[in-house]
């Protein structure tokens, strides 16, 4: 009897330890914003270098791959983050700001490249990756806006249209040659 106690009131303990949800630090966002800054920074790189190879393309598919885990794993980071001060959003924002012309740049060349990629035979592999970079890009951009406070929600939502934007024309150049 007196170890079915003490076993129900460890077990209550735990559960009751287990059952809040552990908020993350913003410095986990702004360190994933800076990742992700970089990787697709490489990624631009990789794919103005694109030579119209097929190994050249498995490996700016596997930089791709890594790119949408850590915009996945950026809006994890966000949704789970405490409140944000006016401050935190502010730096949040500031990140943002700057990776917002690298992201359009990077889609620029995938454009630039199409014709190469669609000779390598896999057109339709980067029209399907442009895709779903554009949707964890949006719910990334809905987990940030709903964590900014002020103006910072908008100055997100817009530099978000301007990024999406970039990939609608992106998508559709793929499309209209494939």
């Known amino acids: 009897m007196r170890f079915a106690l003490t076993g129900t ?3 209550a303990y735990i559960s009751l330890a287990t059952s809040h949800v552990i ?3 913003i410095s986990n966002v702004l360190r994933g914003l800076s990742t992700l800054n970089a990787n697709i ?3 631009g ?3 103005y270098r694109y030579d119209g190879t097929l190994p050249a393309a498995i490996e ?6 890594s790119l949408e885990k ?4 950026v809006a994890a980071d966000t949704n789970s983050t405490a409140e944000w001060t006016a401050q935190e959003s502010n730096s949040v924002t500031e990140s943002l700001v700057g990776l917002e012309p690298i992201m359009r740049t990077s889609i620029a060349a995938l454009v630039m490249k199409r014709d190469l990629f669609i000779g390598a035979g896999v057109g339709s592999a980067v029209r399907l990756n442009l895709v779903n970079m554009r949707s964890r890009t949006i719910a990334l951009s809905v987990a940030l806006q709903n964590k900014a406070v002020g103006a910072d929600k908008e ?3 817009q530099g978000t249209g301007d990024v999406d934007d970039a990939y609608d024309s992106a998508i559709d150049s793929y499309e209209s040659r494939l």
Do not use: M, P, W, Y
């Not at 700016?60 to 791959?65: G, L, P, R």
């Not at 850590?70 to 794993?73: A, K, N, V």
């Open 45 to 47: 790189a990789s794919v």
């Open 41 to 43: 920074g490489t990624f």
């Open 155 to 157: 100055t997100i939502r």
């Open 9 to 11: 009131a460890i077990l």
């Open 60 to 65: 700016i598919f596997h930089q791709e791959s």
């Open 23 to 25: 908020k993350r630090d």
């Open 70 to 73: 850590d915009l996945e794993g």
